[in-house]
């Protein structure tokens, strides 16, 4: 095995275990932050749960109240029409007024706390937006690493010519050959004619 082979498959070995190293990496961080998303979700509904079952409850006898208010104020008018008993009805809508005012309050109010529950930082729009930033400073790391996996693969094989080759090329070109090449004809256009046959089947026009 030559030593290009042999650095080649150093070099190779390198890169595989960087590349290896960066999903591990990239893997483990985004479980990390797989854990902490689904830790601040879970918070972030809990702690609105409580308040929305109270709401929740709050509305539904805010129902159960209107239609009983409803239901008295037709019973008291229905008497109004059958007996005219109208003090009746005048305390019934009283009443109802003053009951749809307190309604109205207990309403309010539900609404006022569910919109500070929604409000309370951090909202689920701020736990993705904080993800995402953090995402974004990790896949700097993430791109550090991956410049050395490049590193890596870009020593497999040296851009510059080897050292024989460049002996070789020295060799074909400060030694006399193309006189030898020339024979007796020693003509200068005939020995620059050698020359550039030696230039042109070594490839040294297509540097």
Known sequence: ??????????????????????????????????ARLEGEMRDRVESIQGILNEVASIQDAIIAGSSEIKRDLE???KRLVKSGDREL??????????????????????????????????SAVDIIERMTKDLLKLSGSWEAY???????????????APVEMIELHRELNTNGYDL?????????????AQRAKIRQLSGEDQI
């Open 180 to 192: 030898i090449l020339a024979g007796e004809d020693r003509d200068e256009q005939n020995i620059e």
């Open 1 to 34: 095995m030559g030593r290009y082979e042999r650095a080649a498959k150093s070099s190779l070995k390198e890169a595989t275990a960087l590349a290896s190293g960066i999903i591990d990496s990239v893997r483990q961080d985004l479980r990390r932050e797989e």
């Open 75 to 77: 019973k008291a008018r």
């Open 89 to 122: 009805m005048v305390t019934q809508i009283i009443g109802a007024a003053t009951r749809l005012g307190e309604l109205r309050v207990l309403h309010n109010d539900a609404v006022q706390r569910i919109q500070g529950a929604l409000a309370r930082p951090p």
């Open 146 to 160: 991956a410049r050395e996996v490049d590193e890596a693969i870009a020593d497999v094989v040296d851009a510059n």
